[in-house]
């Protein structure tokens, strides 16, 4: 329970950040450093039943029982130590932050650094592989807005860091798929005892690698060092937590947890090893190389990490002693550290070597801070760092393997060593003595500024002389990581052994270092690779990019037909395939054809080479509205009579859209070569032979589908409505409909928003017709008049008809969909009957329409929720007078929505394509267009100037009156 | 077979449509397309049965298939939905052609 009560402390901080930044700006530090601070003082007070008793703590909650994952918490002695780190060292970070900014709020950096609190609190306390991934990802992201907070130019870092460190979060999201599949749980700490480690050495390989893949992003090992120095991009409250203390120990974390399973895996042990310590000595070495003391401290980190996974990489509980107490350490140290550099880069306004010196008179706390740490990072006695380096050694010592393995990881940790004592000296001398650089106007910082360095640096102190008291917490976490009972043993003094003379080699050849580079002077700046990380990753990604768009230039082509004709070409291909093969079909179920069928084969054959051969767009307009009307005669004929009234309305509206949109466009067809044409006929002919082939011998073969029987036989039943065809839609799949109404409203609205940003295309001049002024067709009102004196009162009439159709749905033919078309072909009557574009408008809120058509289907729905579940339509009888009753559902209401939604989009459509951009009036001049019998007078492109039937006359006499 | 030989010459002209010149034609083939389809599911409920799923007048014998219906009648209305879609980008720019000038 306690552990659940820290994750939703932590939880409750993050949301309370806003608030906290209002009211108190950059002092919400204060109070977010006493949470973490109060949470670490919980965990302290936990060290004896975790680390004297040796008890795990547990906590588990469903989460998702349906596959197993559950929120399971754990805290054993690895757990305890990392939570206390990302505490205890949170809290300090955050009180130092609140001197670290200049005043104002500071709401971004507040909240993603207690979600990171949150985040890696979650990872290290996680017992379940899942949400060990979750936690793992959560912080991953918020390192990466952390780092981007730092402004434009951090930009492309903290795109390098999120790429890396995702890829190694997707190698951990393999790990755990494939052990939760293997082992049957998502439990670490049962998929962690599972037998199957040891039996099944290729497994437990596969899945070792991929975990090593993840920490290594993580942890910024070689060659994926670089990264970390690249993230020096953050501010430095965030190097200190994420990149020193907390995030990057992550990694570190992940490899002593898993240590149990693959400790004896041998390509752990030597890739641990090797890369380890090859990264202790390049950081080292690149860290002796840095002006910046940041990225002086960064690539330490990446040297001491190094140290820590070599270390675990051995696997023996000595190593696994060493790696705990390190650990610890060079948080603290390193902590103190960078925040350090941010005090010297705060009061000095450079961070530079170069600008710096002899600060230790203006600043002597501050020198005395660093010194504290440096002398922890060099390993020098009383402090903690020595007694942590030298059991490094003594642990890197017992490397598996030939002979000459442990001595060959002793001595390049000790070559990392005299590197580092060389670069702590670099760090610490070229700040604050040597001769004074730059600006003399420096003052020592303020108390509370200091505070938190201070006690990270003070506390590696106290623990390097009462190094004892961490025996039992160095006991515990190798009994959690290598197993079996170990003592420690953590002194300072530890008579005559080889890794104290390790130690000592490292402190005197570090002296000579230091001597001979001028500490580090000489090599400062030098380039040792020919190439840089960033660069390498810029090039790769760069290259990935590249790859992409060759891929994508296969099919990058801004004319449909070359991608339209690919999956028609599959398909016939399939067709081929399959008659080549052949395959076996039942005969026929019933009788399929009637004679009146081959009527409409006929209309169909007309339709289709009528509108293959026309080069009219009108008349290709007209064809494949006939091809339409033969299809409703053929759903007529095949019982399905809602559907055939549906598509009768549906040809009839898409006729006279689709005219208004003509009228813009040139007469004709575009002009396409001969050849082309045969081509494309004999593609159409094959696909048009395949699809009849398809349809003859893979459909109607069988009886009635058994669900359809299911609603022909229940529907009454179920649903109160004998229209089974209705039933299914507002009742049985009613959301299906739903959503299918939503793509309906959404295209509506996408109408009114691609006219809205692109306008329309000009109404064709050459098109327009104009005629005698004494012609009575010249006048738009006059000649409209009988259409007009029909439409209005037919108006009415319609949306009374479609009312009725859309009330009697349930049980006769009719329905929503059918009524709003109707209701829609009312208006576009209305529309087409108008003198005017103006006149025409149909003044109503369309988009509004739209909108309550959908609400209305939703609340329908959860009125559902009365009878348990969304869109569940409800029942009532209704006792009428004269003994007879009525039967009312909210499927009606349902209904109602899909209504007023396609009412809405046909509105839309009308009024959107039907308006006028430039010219008003020539709406219904370009409606009359296509009737033959009324020959363009003129035509006002050949002689726009002062003549009789100049368009913009016709236009005032049409829209006037 | 009947309604095989329609829907083969239906996916003849909505092919042919398809590839030409010009955003109208390819709309109007694939209105032509989604004639095509929706017979095709139609024909997936069979033939056979061809009276009205009304029980009001048919009995739940002799219905022909709800299912299919009820997934046409969306077809319709969706199809609907996309052409103006379309038409609405075809009446947008400065003219419908779909390719470079040849």
Known sequence: MVLLILLLVLAAAVIGTPLADRLLGRNAGWLLAAVLLALAGVVLSLAPSVLADGRSIEFTQPWMPQIGVELRLRMDGVGWLFTLLVTGVGALIMAYSTRYFPKGRRLGFYFLMTLFAFAMTGLVLADDVVLLFVFWELTTIASFYLIGLSGPSASRPAIRTFLLTAMGGLALLTAVVLMALRVGTTQLSVILADPVWSQDTAFATTVAVLVLLAAFTKSAQFPFHYWLPDAMAASTPVSAYLHAAAMVKAGIYLLMRFTPAFSDVAVWNAALITFGLITAVLGAVFALQQHDLKKLAAYSTVSQLGLLVAVIGVGTEAALVAATVHTLAHALFKAALFMMVGVIDHQVGTRDLRELGGLARRMPVSAGVTVLSVLSMAGIPPLLGFVSKENVFKGLLEAPGPEWAGALAGTAAVVASVFTFAYSFRFAHGTFWGSPRGTTDVREARTTFLAGPAVAAGAGLVLGLAVPTLNQLAERATADTAGGDHPAELTLWHGLSVDLFMSLAAIGLGAVLVWWTASGERLAGRTLFPVTGPTVFEALHEGVIRL??????????????????????????????????????????????????????????????????????????????????????????????DVALTQLVVEILTVVIAALVLRRLPKRFHKVPRSRTVLTALVAAAAGVSAAMGA??????????????????????????????????????????????????????????????????????????????????????DNTLIMRAVSYSLLPLLVIWSVYLMLRGHNDVGGGFIAGLVGGAGFALVYLAAPSAEVAR???????????????????????????????????????????????????????????????????????????????????????????????????????????????????????? | MTLAITIGVLVFGAVFLMLQRGLVRIILGFVMLGHAVNLMLMSAGGTFRRAQPLLGYTSADTASDPLPQAFVLTAIVIAFSITIYMLTLAATGTDDDTEDAS
């Not at chain 1, 081929?576 to 081959?598: L, N, R, S, Y």
């Not at chain 1, 293959?612 to 299809?631: C, D, E, H, K, P």
């Not at chain 1, 006028?916 to 363009?936: H, V």
């Open chain 1, 548 to 641: 992409g768009h060759r891929v994508g230039d296969l099919t990058r082509s801004d004319s449909p037909t070359r991608h339209l004709v690919v999956p028609i070409l599959v398909l016939i291909a399939l067709t081929v395939a399959v008659t080549v093969t052949g395959i076996d079909v039942p005969d026929h179920f019933g009788e399929t054809t009637d004679t009146v069928d081959w009527l409409l084969v006929a209309l169909a054959v007309v339709a289709v080479i009528g509108a293959v051969v026309t080069g009219s767009r009108m008349a290709g307009l007209v064809m494949v509205g006939i091809a339409g009307f033969t299809t409703a005669l053929w759903l007529f004929l095949l019982g399905a009579y």
């Open chain 1, 696 to 781: 003859y011998f893979l459909t109607g073969r069988r009886d009635i589908s058994e669900t359809g029987q299911y609603f022909l036989d229940h529907s009454v039943e179920d649903t109160g409505g004998s229209n089974v065809v209705n039933t299914i839609l507002v009742d049985y799949r009613a959301m299906d409909t739903l959503g299918e109404l939503v793509v309906l409203g959404v295209a509506g609205l996408i109408i009114i928003a691609v006219l809205n940003s692109s306008g329309l295309l000009p109404s064709h001049g050459d098109r327009r017709v104009v005629v005698s002024r004494n012609s009575a067709a010249y006048d738009a009102d």
């Open chain 1, 842 to 961: 149909i003044r109503l809120a369309y988009p509004m329409i739209i909108g309550v058509g959908i609400l209305v289907a939703v609340f329908s729905g959860l009125l559902g929720y009365f009878d348990g579940s969304f869109l569940r339509p409800l029942h009532t009888e209704l006792d009428l007078p004269l003994g007879d009753y009525a039967h009312i559902t909210t499927a009606l209401v349902f209904d109602v929505g899909v209504y007023l939604g396609v009412v809405g989009v046909i509105l839309t459509a009308l009024n959107q394509l039907g308006l006028d951009e430039s010219r008003p009036g020539d709406s219904t001049l370009g409606i009359m267009a296509p009737t033959p019998d009324q020959p363009p007078a003129s035509t006002p492109d050949q002689d726009p100037g002062n003549h009789p039937e100049d368009p913009l006359d016709v236009a005032s006499n049409g829209g006037s009156r």
